[in-house]
């Protein structure tokens, strides 16, 4: 599965890279003014650092200026995906830009329909919004389930792109559903490796090998 890192902050990828954490990275709207920057400088700066798909959002709401938004978006580099909104408009815009060969992100996804209709336009990720249907008291992995039979019972190659990820338990259900990728915020990827027998095991194993006065190197 590949992990996306949901930030436009640069020193929280840059760290995660370092790890070898970042297969790709998503941004939006308002990430990029959570971050402060310029929405071409910060991506393409993204762009430099990591080589796996890279989503920047159009904000235009009719398909004429989404598909020029995504194609000046597409411009800053060769792994950009351009992310567009679930609807009529934005799909018009995935078949055209997909035609010409852009990866697309259609975002904003709450239903299965949505997704069908996603993958008929030619997107290569579906960003279906996992917490934000939390929220609301819907069961988010539910809609990741029906996703994944619908494309599996008609091969769809659009990848299933788990957004929205507020918790580790997500992770761990995307993984098991079998979406191709998640996205999460940094403090989530971060927070995958905590087991407290993990720290305890080390810390006893620790004093233990205190008490032997021996050293390896
Ligand atoms: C996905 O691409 C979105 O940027 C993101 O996952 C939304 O997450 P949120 O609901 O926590 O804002």
């Not at 993990?198 to 050293?215: I, P, S, Y």
Request: aromatic content about 6%; hydrophobic content about 45%; some cysteine.
């Amino acid at each position: 599965m590949k992990f996306f890192v949901d930030t436009a902050e640069i020193d929280a990828i840059t760290e995660l890279n370092d790890l070898g954490m970042v297969d790709g990275v998503t941004t939006n709207p308002s990430l990029i003014m959570k971050s402060g920057r310029d929405i071409i400088e910060v991506t393409k700066e993204i762009c430099e650092l990591i080589s796996g798909p890279v989503s920047a959002e159009v904000v235009a709401t009719d398909a004429k200026n989404m598909i020029a938004e995504g194609r000046k978006l597409a411009k800053i580099a060769s792994n950009i995906a351009v992310k567009l909104p679930l609807t009529w408009d934005g799909l018009k815009a995935c078949k055209v830009l997909s035609d010409e060969g852009k990866m697309i992100n259609v975002t904003l996804c709450f239903s299965a329909n949505q997704a069908l209709l996603a993958a008929k336009a030619g997107a290569t990720f579906i960003s279906p919004f996992i917490g934000r249907l939390d929220d609301v008291n819907l069961d988010g992995m539910d809609l990741i389930n029906e996703i994944r039979q619908i494309y599996d019972n008609f091969g769809y190659e659009t990848q299933i792109l788990a957004a929205s990820i507020r918790t580790v338990n997500h992770v761990t259900q995307s993984a098991l559903i079998g979406a191709d990728v998640i996205t999460a915020p940094p403090s989530v990827i971060k927070s995958l490796i905590d087991h407290p027998l993990t720290d305890r095991g080390l810390d006893q194993f620790m004093a233990d090998w205190a008490k032997t006065g021996q050293k390896i190197l």
